[in-house]
């Protein structure tokens, strides 16, 4: 199974601030990663897929990076309705998925 | 536009089989690509991914859960079903649906969840 390690675990910060999230995955998964966005109560929300690429109507101060390895996902600057818990999660070529241990972020 | 909902039992006993219908629209589990899959999440923790099924029937499982899932589907009803066998209280979650882009791993469509415990 591919592991998935997230980090933080949980941050705080203040409005205006860029937040800076990592995944790390157990072996090389190319760029079969997507991030999520979960709020309290709600279904996860897809922001991000392929890594890199943002989801049709999600704002652009949201964005991916990386391959192989090791990914970022960063707010570019911090919004009050951006309060959430969020997960990478990674498909291994379709044959399996596995999603990371998830950040909560909230506001300073 | 694609919804999702999950139906099923709130509440089942330990050692019972937990039944799932995953009841979708605006979209076709026989067009080449698509997938539903099912995820779960305990009360304040992450999300765990259970199974997939493909438009061709091909279908995918947590390594850590195979033997105990199966999912089937209903081209004709819409419906995909994911069964568990011997429910544990460590099985409570809110079990989701989703719907898998063509030849992608992202779930874009999501459903409500549904709350189950497992208790005696």
């Known amino acids: 199974d591919i592991q998935m390690t997230q980090s933080p675990s949980s941050l705080s910060a203040s409005v205006g601030d860029r937040v800076t999230i990592t995944c790390q995955a157990s072996?090389?998964?190319?760029?079969?990663l997507n991030w999520y966005q979960q709020k309290p109560g709600k279904a996860p929300k897809l922001l991000i897929y392929?890594?890199?690429n943002l989801e049709t109507g999600v704002p652009s101060r949201f964005s991916g990076s990386g391959s192989g390895t090791d990914f970022t996902f960063t707010i570019s600057s911090l919004q009050p309705e951006d309060i959430a818990t969020y997960y990478c999660q990674q498909y291994d070529n379709l044959l399996s998925l596995t999603f990371g241990g998830g950040t909560k972020v909230e506001i300073k | 536009q694609i919804t999702l909902k999950e139906s099923g039992p709130t509440l089942v006993k330990p050692t019972q089989t937990l039944t799932l219908t995953c009841t979708f629209s605006g979209f076709s589990l026989s067009t080449s690509g698509v997938g539903v899959g099912w995820i779960r999440q305990p009360p304040g923790k992450a999300l765990e991914w259970l199974a997939l099924?493909?438009?061709?029937?091909?279908?995918r499982y947590s390594p850590s859960l195979k033997s105990r899932l199966t999912i089937t589907k209903d081209t004709s009803k819409n419906q995909v079903v994911l069964t568990m066998t011997n429910m544990d209280p460590v099985d409570t979650a809110t079990y989701y649906c989703?719907?898998?882009?063509?030849?992608?791993?992202?779930?874009?469509?999501w459903g409500q969840g549904t709350l189950v415990t497992v208790s005696s």
């Open positions: 392929d890594a890199s």
């Open positions: 072996q090389d998964i190319s760029n079969y």
């Open positions: 099924i493909y438009w061709n029937d091909d279908k």
């Open positions: 989703a719907h898998q882009r063509a030849a992608a791993g992202s779930f874009d469509y």
